[in-house]
């Protein structure tokens, strides 16, 4: 069973303690923590403050510093098979430290710009598979010029190294629900691309995307052709979200032959302010040498806030790989999450965290030989600090 291990009752108890907390927080503490956003705005207006104008006057400058500690049943020497960034066992990890400076472009100042520097293991990890040699590359996450075009609603196009629009998470844990990074986030989609890409809002409920690049997880090709991306984010109402991915290419080395296809689906509905729901799906196939290959996943999500200061968030995964092509073993894997996020004061988030991956192949490397399940218990700790707050 998923929570009957003696790691997972030491996890259960621990996130009893957290609820526990911030249950009995103060309610001046708490509303302090749940109203800061919307207080912002009536503290501008007595202060007289105001927001900054003049082209540099719109940048932000800000950054980031994620560490944590893992215990992985599995005990492994080195990273804990299929998981990205929070890889080590039983010791306390830089996972990784951001900086970046933005400017959004906008009707009265149409030139923008985005480049973030990710240092850390987490940016190793990213950039892997990058064909280039350039070995500093793997510090730069992003880095693209924007402009926006006075076109309808404005028809903005950057230009340069952006993260991948695929998957319901992204790099940065402390804008994802969990902690730990699904399996579709580390197996079924990209990390990132290079290329031109056009956004257009055609209205207030349909947003528009297409982009040419030079593959998965590249800045320099490592074939002759080029790889096209579409998205459609479709917001009927409030409460819900739909963003609809496919993206086409060439992506092996040195082959144009074999075509990649993934599409990739994430729906988030938020029916209170209390509990929001997302669910994401992943299909991609490719070959080998003209033989078919395929993978597919599907992850669900609950984030329950409880009280300004304290949410409960489980995920729940389905991944198959039957060819093996992207775990390098044909296996059915499964997974299961349970996040306590602590929100102790502006910018500085904790969550505590128990995950179990299960998998019909003894796939989890581990210092006794291979597994069929992984169990972890881990402890996450983020902060944000940005020129715009």
């Known amino acids: 069973m998923l929570l009957q291990s003696p790691l997972s009752k030491c996890a259960l108890s621990l996130f009893a303690a957290l609820a526990l907390v911030a249950a009995f927080a103060t309610p001046a503490a708490a509303q302090a923590a749940g109203g800061a956003e919307p207080a912002a705005a009536p503290a501008q207006a007595d202060t007289g403050a105001k927001t900054p104008t003049g082209f540099f006057g719109r940048f932000e400058l800000a950054g980031l510093v994620d560490g944590y500690y893992d215990y992985y049943s599995t005990k492994p020497e080195g990273d804990a098979s299929y998981r990205n960034f929070d890889t080590r066992h039983n010791a306390v990890r830089f996972s990784m430290a951001q900086v970046w400076l933005t400017k959004a472009p906008t009707d009265d100042s149409r030139a923008g710009m985005n480049l973030k520097f990710n240092f850390g293991h987490a940016?190793?990890?990213?950039?892997?598979?990058?064909?280039?040699?350039?070995?500093?590359?793997?510090?730069?996450?992003?880095?693209?010029?924007?402009?926006?075009?006075?076109?309808?609603?404005?028809?903005?196009?950057d230009a340069g190294k952006f993260v991948t629009q695929h998957g319901a998470e992204v790099i940065e844990a402390k804008d994802n629900w969990n902690y730990s990074r699904s399996l579709l986030f580390a197996l079924a989609i990209p990390y990132y691309h290079t290329g031109v890409r056009a956004t257009y809002a055609a209205s207030d409920k349909v947003t528009l995307m297409g982009d040419v690049v030079t593959g998965w997880n590249s800045v320099k090709d490592n074939n002759g052709g080029k790889t096209v991306g579409a998205q459609a984010i479709i917001k009927p109402v409030a409460q819900l979200t739909i963003v609809q991915n496919y993206m086409v290419g060439y992506e092996q080395p040195d082959n144009s032959q074999d075509v990649r296809h993934l599409f990739d689906t994430t729906v988030t509905v938020t029916p209170t302010s209390m509990v929001s729901v997302m669910a994401n799906y992943d299909y991609g196939k490719d070959a080998i040498v003209g033989a078919p290959v395929s993978w597919q996943g599907v992850a669900g999500y609950l984030k329950v806030q409880a009280t300004p200061r304290f949410a409960i968030i489980p995920r729940v995964e389905w991944f198959d790989d039957p060819d093996g092509f992207m775990t390098g073993t044909g296996q059915t894997m499964k997974e299961g999450t349970l996040t306590g996020e602590f929100k102790l004061a502006n910018g500085f988030l904790t969550r505590i965290e128990y995950r179990r991956d299960v998998s019909n192949v003894a796939s989890f490397a581990s210092d006794e030989g291979p597994k069929t399940s992984q169990g972890s218990f881990g402890i996450g700790v983020l902060y944000t600090l940005s020129s715009k707050r």
């Open 123 to 157: 940016a190793t990890m990213i950039n892997a598979y990058e064909p280039a040699s350039a070995d500093g590359l793997k510090f730069i996450e992003q880095a693209y010029a924007s402009y926006l075009i006075p076109a309808g609603k404005g028809l903005q196009v």
